[in-house]
């Protein structure tokens, strides 16, 4: 697989004109990106469409969205006319309630998949479940011959969320994240890292641009001296990355995690003295 990953700068959006103008400047920065060759999927931050933070959010009556709404459709019609599948984060409305989303639509433009952020994090620089829910489904879906699944930022957090996804048959787990400066910030990518060598996947970790953002995180199903991982720096940057079944493959062999798990853990007694 050819993915191209975009650690984009977002503006600020407080109105749908703002809004609107930054996917066009996105859209463009894309045709640029995908001008010699098309990948098989572009992937976006956590809420790329619109800014982060409580200022942003207390503007949702106007920047949220549906399917069927105008940053859909916008994402939709470049999916079209590129021929690949693009994978975006947007605050989403669905009966009556906000979800953290990110919604993949496909080279012909139609949905591909969409994921509702399943923890909504309430701590540090984050004030995201004062407006938004929860989601209620998991999403491992089929692009370019791979299986993909999603979580978002604070997921990531869960380990038997990734386990879940792993058991489904992703080989590859985006990751959409809006990750400040704040004090979770600096156990990050040991998380990354973590959750794609335990579950010997590939695993994206994607963040927005800036200097209090920054720093994504490729990582590969077996990180050692030969395949470490790939951080990006905090300036805007498009990277396009090669994934290889092949190497899902030797990295379960040489690691034989699912030959050695144990399955009656729940089970075992905890030791008590006589």
């Not at 993949?104 to 139609?110: F, I, N, Q, S």
């Amino acid at each position: 697989m050819q993915l191209l990953a975009g650690q984009i700068a977002i503006p600020r959006t407080r109105t749908r004109e703002e809004q609107l103008g930054h996917l066009r400047r996105v859209a463009e920065r894309l045709r640029r990106a995908c001008a010699r060759n098309t990948p098989d999927l572009v992937v976006l931050p956590e809420l790329a469409a619109q800014e982060y933070g409580d200022d942003a959010f207390a503007c949702l009556e106007v920047l949220d969205d549906d399917l069927a709404g105008p940053v859909v459709t916008t994402f939709s019609d470049l999916a079209r006319e590129l021929g690949t599948t693009i994978a975006f984060g947007m605050a989403r409305r669905a009966d009556g309630r906000r979800h953290i989303s990110q919604v993949l639509v496909g080279p012909d433009g139609r949905l591909a998949g969409v994921y509702d952020k399943l923890h909504c994090a309430q701590f540090g620089a984050s004030g995201e479940a004062a407006h938004f829910s929860p989601g209620e489904r998991l999403l491992v879906t089929e692009v370019a011959g791979w299986r993909v699944g999603v979580v978002i930022c604070y997921d990531l957090r869960f380990p038997e969320l990734a386990r879940r996804l792993a058991d489904a048959g992703a080989e590859l787990v985006l990751h959409p994240v809006a990750f400040t400066r704040d004090f979770s910030f600096a156990s990050w990518h040991a998380f990354v890292t973590t959750r794609a060598m335990e579950n010997q996947l590939y695993w994206l970790s994607l963040n927005r641009a800036g200097h209090d953002w920054g720093q994504s995180l490729f990582c590969p199903p077996l990180v050692d001296d030969d395949h470490p991982p790939l951080a990006f720096g905090s300036d805007e940057q498009w990277h396009r990355l090669t994934l290889e079944k092949q190497a899902i493959a030797a990295a379960r062999a040489r690691l034989p995690l699912s030959r050695d798990r144990r399955d009656d853990l729940d089970v075992l007694p905890l030791w008590r003295p006589d």
